[in-house]
């Protein structure tokens, strides 16, 4: 991505932040998984937002005093033993050229220099971000620091900056928008490769292992757990355990995305596995996929989640009938148990609005399901679409769905 999207996003930041105030966002670090080993770093998609790198131990520094904004960025000191033993650390020319930051700092001093700032600025606010917790969630970067201020500064004005970044971030550029779509293009290209191998006898950890390979060779990696789940495994939305052999005659939902420069794309297709639907899978499967465009037909900017949600709930009420699953509206429940989607960009399940009201340019899925636990069936389709003014942009559009193309390609 261009360095300018970057320098623009932390200039929209600041206009949004109050005068005399400080903010602060740390790009993480990874947890410990084992005594000599950690797991896989991603970084903070805030501080990647506003800066357009993904390394661990830094921290970005926005200072608005008397209306006059700077910028630091504090990065690990250089350190030849390190670059032995784990990789090469990225140097302050590199930093400055991917983030458009100009003051690169050491990240030893950051506490030093940070205190010796507010010290001669009397900043009022300090901005450090904060979602929703646990009650027994370990402590962050953000909360230490919070903690070490309170303690020090009293009456400094510890303030949330989610509020901002929400606004920011659910509106997605065209350039945000085009690293969707790669990501698209990768899942849509590693589920041909899987529905070319599906077949039974096949384990579901075998299908998740088909689609990663293919992800793996794009220099790509899932945006999230894969869910590969069949025959009655399929009534569970977050599963994945991944351990059935699947048998002639099962459907099998598949739950999965990728990544590209750290935005997600979040599909979910089903799939007969020897390749033919019955006609009861089909008869089910038409009924989701129509409900998709029950969804998108509602959406539009202005309109509320809550709106979308009631009218698919009142065409499964109509169409579950038919199925001669249900007798009475209030039955819906029992087989759709979810939401018609949720927003996506730099997480998959991206910043909601307070309103939880749909606006223009954001990117939310579309994602109907029918679980049918006593025939063993759950399906669900999913696509990701752009809010636009004028319309619905399907930007996975080419990910084939039918039953007919479906059955054609496998």
Do not use: C
Request: glycine share 4%; net charge negative; aromatic share 12%.
């Amino acid at each position: 991505m261009k360095t300018s999207f970057f320098i623009n996003n932390r200039a929209k930041f600041a206009e949004n932040m109050e005068d005399y105030s400080l903010a602060i966002f740390f790009s993480g670090r990874a947890p410990r998984e084992t005594a000599d080993q950690y797991y896989e770093f991603s970084v903070d998609r805030n501080f990647y937002y506003l800066t357009g790198i993904s390394r661990e131990n830094m921290v970005l520094l926005i200072s608005k005093i008397s209306g006059k904004i700077t910028e630091t960025l504090y990065i690990p000191a250089l350190d030849e033993h390190f670059e032995k033993w784990y990789g090469i650390l990225m140097r302050k020319e590199e930093a400055a050229e991917v983030s458009g930051i100009k003051s690169i700092r050491n990240r030893n001093d950051f506490i030093d220099e940070l205190f010796q700032g507010i010290n001669s600025n009397r900043p009022d606010n300090l901005y450090i971000y904060s979602y929703l917790t646990d009650p027994d969630e370990p402590s962050d970067s953000y909360r230490n620091l919070a903690n070490l201020l309170r303690k020090n500064y009293p009456a400094l004005n510890i303030k949330n900056s989610l509020d901002i970044m929400v606004e920011l971030r659910s509106s997605k550029s065209e350039e945000e928008v085009e690293e969707i779509k790669k990501a698209i293009t990768y899942t849509k290209e590693a589920l041909e490769f899987v529905m070319k191998n599906l077949k039974p006898g096949m384990y579901e950890y075998q299908v998740r292992a088909n689609f990663e390979y293919q992800l793996m060779l794009k220099n790509s990696k899932p945006s999230f757990q894969t869910i590969a789940a069949s025959s009655e495994n399929a009534v569970i939305l977050h599963y994945v355990d991944l351990q059935r052999r699947m048998e002639d005659g099962d459907l099998i939902l598949l739950d999965l995305g990728a990544l590209s420069n750290n935005y997600a794309s979040d599909i979910t297709r089903t799939y007969p596995v020897n390749g033919k639907f019955t006609q009861r899978q089909k008869d089910i499967y038409n009924v989701v996929l129509e409900a998709q465009e029950v969804i998108i037909s509602a959406m539009h900017p202005g309109a509320l989640e809550a709106d979308v949600n009631n009218k698919v709930k009142d065409y499964f009420a109509k169409e579950l009938k038919k199925l001669k699953l249900i007798k009475d509206d209030s039955e819906v429940s029992k087989y759709f148990y979810h939401s018609f989607g949720h927003p996506l960009g730099l997480d998959v399940h991206d910043y909601r609005r307070r309103d939880k009201t749909i606006q223009e340019n954001n990117v939310y899925t579309v994602e109907p399901g029918l679980y049918i636990k006593e025939e063993g069936i759950g399906i669900r389709i999913e696509d990701d679409v752009w809010v636009k003014k004028d319309g619905i942009i399907n930007l996975s559009k080419d990910i084939i769905k039918t039953v007919n193309d479906i059955e054609n390609f496998m």
